[in-house]
């Protein structure tokens, strides 16, 4: 990075036109460090997957925190007929503790109530709060600011994007946390003193911490606890689960999945840079807003890419590459230039010759489908119409994958 500029000066050169991306040849996952290339699926897991999972705890995301010294949960309310007596609704507080320290945040946990037998799960985070993903107003509230104060107070404004009772419907539980109570998403010192570091690190300061965590690895370590409280649960099958994320929280799971093979099925919806679209064609957002914007988000040692997208030795199609062989889904939106569509599907391409060492084809084409119309592979997409946002629409794409991986009757 050559100089600090201002947002304003970065917003005002990001390009949206196709016909200004630059020439980029895809970089291939499968040549190791050694420059040698990967021959089957054993050199992949055993040898060049472990050369990329070190270079993102490194250089963008970080290692995710170790567990502090005691994690324990504890069920604060169970209603036996939510969602019109369509579910089984629990809040569950979730809570780490080392020391002096410690840090809790709750999981608000939906159960299809007829279910025979366990079921399978979807996990993700929220922006805004518990209460702001339902329109039962007796759900508890969750998700502060630096300063102890809700995020958004209004409850439902954010249902739309969780559709708990068409989920449950389709015979999945679904369970959420309010990212802000994993990792304030805040680009200051207060953050990171009332993260989960704080407990896990204690005597580390933000700057010390942020060389080697970021915010995003301490929201997918908290995917993976959510999954961990769900093993409990005997009505859930934690065999059979499907870590989702909208924009950063996108990035989030494709990192949680990277890191965690207990997620299934993987989701990226409108993730953009960071998460499924490619650096290199520098249409959008990127790696300079990125960090000048956000830079919480990934390891102080990103920084140093900025104003270099188009040279990188490296790009998101080796982050999707992690997920192989298991099922990928990536969603996009026709009006979300910023997240670079056809960047999304590109690297959705582009990461299929992995899954082609396990005996599967990845994603199918060559071309993005039409606005939407979905299409199925190891590794699916759909472009939705309309603006970046998570949608029904995008949903049923995602269960309908889970559904067959699954081998659910949906």
């Not at 369970?175 to 690190?201: G, K, L, N, R």
């Not at 924009?247 to 953009?272: C, E, I, M, P, Y």
Request: some cysteine.
């Amino acid at each position: 990075m050559t100089e600090k500029r201002t947002l304003q000066e970065i917003f005002s050169e990001i390009n949206y036109e196709e016909s200004k991306v630059p020439r980029h040849d895809m970089l291939s996952a499968l040549i190791m460090n050694n420059g040698q290339k990967v021959a089957n699926a054993w050199e992949w897991m055993n040898q060049r997957r472990p050369e990329i999972m070190d270079f993102y705890r490194q250089e963008v995301f970080g290692e995710l925190p170790s567990l502090p010294g005691t994690m324990s949960h504890e069920v604060l309310s169970c209603k036996s007929d939510a969602l019109c007596d369509q579910a089984i609704r629990k809040e569950i507080r979730i809570t780490f503790t080392q020391g002096s320290r410690s840090r809790s945040w709750i999981m608000l946990l939906y159960i299809p109530k007829n279910a025979v037998g366990p079921v399978p799960v979807t996990l993700g985070l929220n922006f805004k709060g518990n209460h702001t993903t339902t329109l039962e107003d007796d759900v508890l509230m969750t998700g502060k600011n630096c300063a102890g104060e809700w995020v958004d107070p209004q409850r439902g404004v954010q249902c739309e994007r969780w559709e708990f009772a068409k989920v449950i419907g389709r015979g999945f539980a679904s369970a959420t946390v309010c990212y802000h109570d994993i990792f304030p998403d805040f680009a200051c010192d207060e953050a990171w003193q009332q993260s989960i570091y704080s407990v896990a690190y204690p005597d580390l300061t933000p700057a010390q911490l942020h060389e080697k965590h970021s915010a995003i690895s301490a929201w997918a370590w908290g995917l993976s606890r959510m999954l961990d409280v769900l093993s409990s649960e005997a009505k859930i099958d934690c065999r059979k689960a499907m870590v989702t994320g909208h924009s950063r929280l996108g990035k989030t799971s494709l990192w949680a999945g990277a890191n965690d093979s207990r997620f299934q099925v993987v989701v990226s919806n409108d993730s953009g840079h960071g998460g499924a679209a490619l650096f290199r064609r520098c249409l959008g957002e990127n790696i300079e807003a990125l960090v000048t914007a956000f830079p919480h988000w990934f390891v102080s040692a990103f920084a140093k890419y900025a104003q270099a997208d188009a040279n990188l030795q490296f790009d998101q199609n080796f982050l999707l590459a992690l997920i192989a062989p298991r099922p990928l889904c990536i969603g996009s939106a026709t009006q979300d230039l910023w997240a670079d569509p056809r960047g999304e599907f590109l690297a959705g391409k582009y990461a299929s010759e992995v899954y082609r060492l396990f005996g599967v084809n990845g994603m199918p084409g060559d071309e993005p489908p039409a606005a939407d119309v979905n299409i199925y592979g190891e590794v699916s997409y759909h472009i939705r119409s309309g603006a970046h946002n998570i949608l029904w629409q995008d949903w049923e794409h995602y269960l309908s994958v889970a559904g067959k991986v699954f081998e659910q009757t949906i």
